[in-house]
């Protein structure tokens, strides 16, 4: 079998990437959300480079590209392109990813709300309680949910007096500021006081049946970080993630977390802004956080999210991926993928579907075609048994959503 085409196609706003073969066989795989129309160019930018190859032989294909990424957001093309990959060698043996990464140790994956939240009216210890209550009754029956707090939670922007530093975050529609300007400084007393108040605010709401996790840099100190990380103790905080370091942060910086995460009960957390197995070599074997959380739209794909995973696992460290803006295909691909981890997995963060069409498109998730709260039960996330990524596009459905550019995306 042999690539004859890449193709990258943005429906919308989700970037989607197509493989074709000579033996009609073809694979879908997703680049990370909001990353810019550009992201056609800079999957095509690979075509050349993988035309002719055996896709079936994925390692050996991926070699030729997987050097020629970065860090996020430039990761993102190369893992869509393996992703497609191991749809196409799934289909092409007719068994599910997960067979060709070793095969399930689960059935169901836990997955924490993620992309499901609701939004707080303003950043005060009565809102989290609100937002922290309402996500509780979910019908998904979330075990774990994550809250934003901190730099992470805008209070850098919202929070008047927070910290000893000039509010310059521009605000994107449905983006974080730090993609453009990354606010970062030292809290002021008061500051630190809130960001506490509002996760035992939370707590209080969620007492010890689901577990909290708390989204809130980068752009925390090192002291600031250590300070709550000590000052939630009481409360058993799931995972503090990417406080000094994190997101769209261009290195991994062991050495900083080495200053929080020995001295703590807290657990530290971080690693989604991450390209590659190599780069979270130091993290791991120093042992300088307590779970890491690569995206496997930016670190390399899912099979380099199984070997973190396992190296992981041998230096005691948890795993807890990040996942939000994937999409559908993006979170088929991390349910074939959650399945084989060791069980250092905790769980990972849910992607939905946006505009709400896309659950039309694909099909074969699990839960009730048409009923998308039914993918997710009690927490969990069913691990389908069909070829590939275990889902289908339904083109002719798809094709209605093309932009003109795209137009050909399907032949
Ligand atoms: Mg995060």
Same mark, same amino acid.
């Given at each position: 079998?042999?690539?004859?085409?890449?193709?990258?196609?943005?429906? /919308?706003?989700?970037?989607?990437?197509? %493989?074709?073969?000579?033996? !009609?066989?073809?694979?879908?795989?997703?680049?990370? +959300?909001? +990353?810019?129309?550009?992201?056609?160019?800079?999957?095509?930018?690979? +075509?050349?480079?993988?035309?002719?190859?055996?896709?079936?032989? $994925?390692?050996?294909?991926?070699?030729?590209?997987?050097?020629?990424?970065?860090?996020?957001?430039?990761?993102?093309?190369?893992?869509?392109?393996? $992703?497609?990959?191991?749809?196409?060698?799934?289909?092409?043996?007719?068994?599910? $990813?997960?067979?060709?990464?070793?095969?399930?140790?689960?059935?169901?994956?836990?997955?924490?709300?993620?992309?499901?939240?609701? @939004?707080?009216?303003?950043?005060?210890?009565?809102?989290?309680?609100?937002?922290?209550?309402?996500?509780?009754?979910?019908?998904?029956?979330?075990?774990?949910?994550?809250?934003?707090?901190?730099?992470? !939670?805008?209070?850098? =922007?919202?929070?008047?007096?927070?910290?000893?530093?000039?509010?310059? /975050?521009?605000?994107? @529609?449905?983006?974080?500021?730090?993609?453009?300007?990354?606010?970062?400084?030292?809290?002021?007393?008061?500051?630190?006081?809130?960001?506490?108040?509002?996760? $035992?605010?939370?707590?209080?709401?969620?007492?010890?049946?689901?577990?909290?996790?708390?989204?809130?840099?980068?752009?925390?100190?090192?002291?600031?970080?250590?300070?709550? =990380?000590?000052?939630?103790?009481?409360?058993?905080?799931?995972?503090?993630?990417?406080?000094?370091?994190?997101?769209?942060?261009?290195?991994?910086?062991?050495?900083?977390?080495?200053?929080?995460? #020995?001295?703590?009960?807290?657990?530290?957390?971080?690693?989604?802004?991450?390209?590659?197995?190599?780069?979270?070599?130091?993290?791991?074997?120093?042992?300088?956080?307590?779970?890491?959380?690569?995206?496997?739209?930016?670190?390399?794909?899912?099979?380099?999210?199984?070997?973190?995973?396992?190296?992981?696992?041998?230096?005691?460290?948890?795993?807890?991926?990040?996942? %939000?803006?994937?999409?559908? %295909?993006?979170? =088929?691909?991390?349910?074939?993928?959650?399945?084989?981890?060791?069980?250092?997995?905790?769980?990972?963060?849910?992607?939905?579907?946006? @505009?709400?069409?896309?659950?039309?498109?694909?099909?074969?998730?699990?839960?009730?075609?048409?009923?998308?709260?039914?993918?997710?039960?009690? /927490?969990?996330?069913?691990?389908?048994?069909? #070829?590939?990524?275990?889902?289908?596009?339904?083109?002719?459905?798809?094709?209605?959503?093309?932009?003109?550019?795209?137009?050909?995306?399907?032949?």
């Amino acid at each position: 079998m042999k690539i004859t085409d890449l193709r990258c196609a943005i429906i /919308g706003g989700q970037p989607v990437i197509r %493989i074709k073969t000579d033996e !009609g066989v073809d694979g879908y795989g997703s680049a990370a +959300r909001l +990353r810019s129309a550009h992201i056609r160019w800079h999957v095509e930018y690979y +075509r050349d480079l993988i035309l002719g190859s055996d896709p079936t032989d $994925v390692e050996r294909t991926m070699l030729k590209i997987r050097r020629l990424g970065a860090f996020k957001p430039w990761g993102s093309s190369v893992s869509g392109i393996e $992703v497609a990959l191991w749809d196409l060698a799934g289909k092409a043996a007719n068994v599910p $990813v997960y067979k060709l990464l070793g095969g399930k140790v689960r059935d169901r994956v836990r997955v924490y709300n993620g992309a499901i939240r609701t @939004p707080l009216s303003a950043k005060n210890p009565e809102d989290y309680a609100e937002s922290s209550a309402r996500m509780k009754d979910l019908p998904q029956g979330f075990t774990i949910i994550k809250q934003a707090i901190s730099f992470h !939670g805008k209070m850098d =922007a919202e929070v008047p007096d927070y910290y000893y530093g000039d509010n310059q /975050g521009v605000s994107i @529609p449905g983006m974080h500021p730090s993609p453009s300007y990354p606010n970062r400084g030292l809290l002021t007393e008061k500051g630190f006081n809130h960001t506490v108040n509002c996760v $035992v605010a939370m707590k209080e709401v969620l007492g010890d049946e689901i577990g909290l996790a708390l989204d809130c840099g980068p752009g925390m100190t090192v002291t600031d970080t250590l300070k709550l =990380a000590r000052a939630l103790e009481p409360y058993n905080i799931m995972w503090l993630e990417d406080t000094v370091r994190g997101d769209f942060s261009p290195s991994v910086d062991p050495d900083l977390f080495l200053q929080i995460t #020995p001295h703590t009960t807290t657990p530290i957390h971080t690693g989604e802004q991450i390209y590659l197995r190599e780069n979270f070599k130091n993290l791991i074997e120093q042992k300088a956080v307590n779970i890491i959380g690569p995206d496997p739209l930016d670190v390399g794909g899912i099979a380099e999210m199984k070997w973190i995973a396992q190296y992981a696992d041998l230096h005691g460290i948890l795993f807890a991926p990040h996942g %939000i803006g994937v999409g559908l %295909i993006g979170l =088929a691909a991390q349910i074939q993928a959650a399945a084989t981890y060791p069980d250092n997995f905790i769980a990972f963060e849910y992607s939905t579907g946006r @505009p709400d069409w896309w659950y039309d498109i694909v099909q074969g998730l699990p839960g009730l075609q048409g009923q998308p709260e039914t993918i997710v039960r009690d /927490g969990f996330v069913d691990v389908p048994d069909r #070829p590939g990524l275990g889902i289908t596009l339904d083109v002719e459905i798809a094709q209605q959503y093309l932009e003109s550019e795209d137009k050909d995306f399907f032949e």
